[in-house]
């Protein structure tokens, strides 16, 4: 019986399964550069097609071949999916890698120079003067800005009436005032310097400088010059501040300064202590938007903070989400239900206790919390879903 349908079968003409206006021709087309991967499911088919007619007839082969053709195209579009994703990733990282760079190669050339001279300029000032006050709370106020306004014009008047030479032979006092971590000074060209000096847990790091001028001492300040960073809004902050309260506009400016050196800060020490620990970690300029990607034995662990604005140390909008990872060793992990874990949950974590920590600590001390209690915070949420 057998003998006499395979003999029919050969005597069948044959039929070409592509025709020029075929759907399955241009099906087959869709796969420029994998023949010898269709080939091979072709003959996969075939075999699967000549066992089960043997056992349960075509339309179980049938059946069977496709449901194998169907998984096997879905774990390869997914495994297509996780390479465009990788080199969407490398590329990104190349473009902030460069963008980086320039950002560096700017400040080097044009604000370095800007800044070693008004360091200068403020070395000497403060080398000549007769008296260094240092100021607290109400003590510095509108009143004392106004002194030194008054001052600055003054001694630019008296230069410009009596000349060099009479100013040093009846030398005038030149005071320096210190507020905080501000040096406010008088300088050449009836201009008022500001020192603004930044520091993190103690230790001082850069210097930044703001120079304000007036033509007169009714006429409105104006920033002349300055040294801080060009992704910070000092323009915006003197057209809203300085014409209407200079002292608030020259406070804001020092906290505007501190701040972004403190978020600064809190990164750097985090890729210095667990560089190893993070696979990627993207910020802002200012560093008000920070995302890391922690990588975890048996999670992924993604961190986004968002800073309510730029003077704030401490992030307002967090999220911390723990991804689970399904390799063959996590798996194996995940399984063991003495941990009460299961390897069936595809939905990320919310780790609550971790945003938690980033909301009232620094960025590194958050960070040890997160790592030490990871394992256990991972266990108690996959029992509560095991059991839920």
């Not at 206006?21 to 699967?48: C, H, N, W």
């Not at 847990?201 to 300040?221: Q, R, T």
């Not at 048996?298 to 307002?316: F, G, Q």
């Not at 063959?328 to 399984?335: R, V």
């Amino acid at each position: 019986m057998e003998s006499d349908v395979e003999e029919s079968l050969r005597k069948r003409p044959r039929k070409y399964p592509f025709s020029a206006d075929s759907s399955s021709r241009k099906q087959f087309e869709q796969y420029p550069g994998r023949p010898f991967a269709i080939i091979g499911e072709v003959v996969k088919i075939l075999t699967l097609m000549r066992l089960s007619h043997q056992q349960k007839g075509n339309e179980c082969a049938l059946l069977l071949a496709l449901f194998w053709l169907t998984q096997h195209n879905a774990r390869n579009f997914m495994q297509d999916d996780d390479n465009r994703l990788e080199i969407t990733r490398t590329r990104f990282g190349s473009l902030l890698k460069r963008h980086g760079d320039l950002t560096e190669r700017l400040a080097r050339d044009s604000d370095k120079i800007i800044f070693e001279r008004l360091q200068k300029e403020f070395e000497a000032a403060r080398a000549s003067q007769t008296e260094e006050i240092c100021l607290d709370g109400d003590a510095w106020n509108d009143g004392l800005l106004a002194t030194i306004r008054e001052r600055v014009h003054m001694e630019s008047d008296r230069k410009a009436m009596h000349g060099d030479a009479d100013i040093l032979s009846c030398p005038h006092e030149k005071i320096t005032y210190k507020i905080g971590n501000k040096v406010i000074c008088c300088l050449e060209g009836a201009r008022i310097g500001v020192q603004y000096e930044t520091s993190y847990a103690g230790e001082p790091c850069e210097f930044y400088h703001c120079v304000l001028e007036s033509k007169s001492f009714l006429e409105k300040m104006t920033v002349l010059e300055h040294t801080v960073p060009f992704f910070l809004p000092i323009r915006e902050i003197e057209n809203d501040l300085l014409s209407s309260n200079a002292m608030k506009f020259i406070d804001h400016v020092g906290d505007l300064l501190q701040a972004f050196v403190d978020r600064r800060e809190q990164v750097r020490l985090i890729k210095e202590l667990y560089g190893n620990q993070i696979r990627e970690l993207y910020h802002s300029l200012p560093y008000h938007m920070i995302e890391l990607v922690l990588d975890d034995s048996d999670c992924k662990v993604t961190v986004s903070l968002r800073y309510a604005d730029l003077i704030s140390v401490l992030p307002t909008r967090i999220s911390v989400l723990a991804w689970p990872m399904f390799n063959k060793n996590t798996t194996a992990t995940l399984n063991r239900k003495e941990d009460g874990l299961s390897g069936s949950h595809s939905t990320p974590i919310r780790l609550t206790y971790a945003e938690d920590a980033l909301r009232t600590m620094s960025l590194p001390e958050a960070y040890a919390e997160i790592v030490l209690n990871l394992p256990q915070a991972l266990q108690q949420t996959y029992h509560q879903k095991a059991t839920a």
